[in-house]
């Protein structure tokens, strides 16, 4: 079985930085970090595929970065200019191939972020 795991949240003053971190146990497609606010619906932050193919959410763009090591297994996620509406509980997203091709996905646990002054 794969495992994900996160790190690299904490507590920001607004207009801070973070990078957050999910390695993985094994090679995978494609990762994508999702965030979850208490009392609302879990929701896609950035996605990377192979080729470094990379989408994001219309709130984050221009501000966040991800990026993903090969070699690492390992995908990263670049914030900058936090605002207090980031703060969430962050969960990466990891799409693997078993041997017949067939796709599977796996969610991290959760590394919390906070903004707030």
């Known amino acids: 079985q794969v495992q994900l795991v996160e790190s690299g949240g904490g507590l920001v003053q607004p207009g801070g930085s973070l990078r957050l971190s999910c390695a993985a146990s094994?090679?995978?497609?494609?990762m994508g970090w999702y965030r979850q606010a208490p009392g609302k619906e879990r929701e896609l932050v950035a996605t990377?595929?192979?080729?470094?193919?990379?989408n994001y959410a219309d709130s984050v763009k221009g501000r966040f970065t991800i990026s993903r090591d090969n070699a690492k297994n390992t995908v990263y996620l670049q914030m900058n200019s936090l605002k207090p509406e980031d703060t969430a509980l962050y969960y990466c997203?990891?799409?693997?191939?078993?041997?017949?091709?067939?796709?599977?996905?796996?969610w991290g646990h959760g590394t919390q972020v906070t903004v707030s002054s």
């Open positions: 990377i595929r192979s080729r470094d193919t990379t």
């Open positions: 997203n990891a799409e693997y191939s078993d041997w017949t091709g067939l796709k599977k996905y796996y």
């Open positions: 094994a090679s995978f497609n494609a």
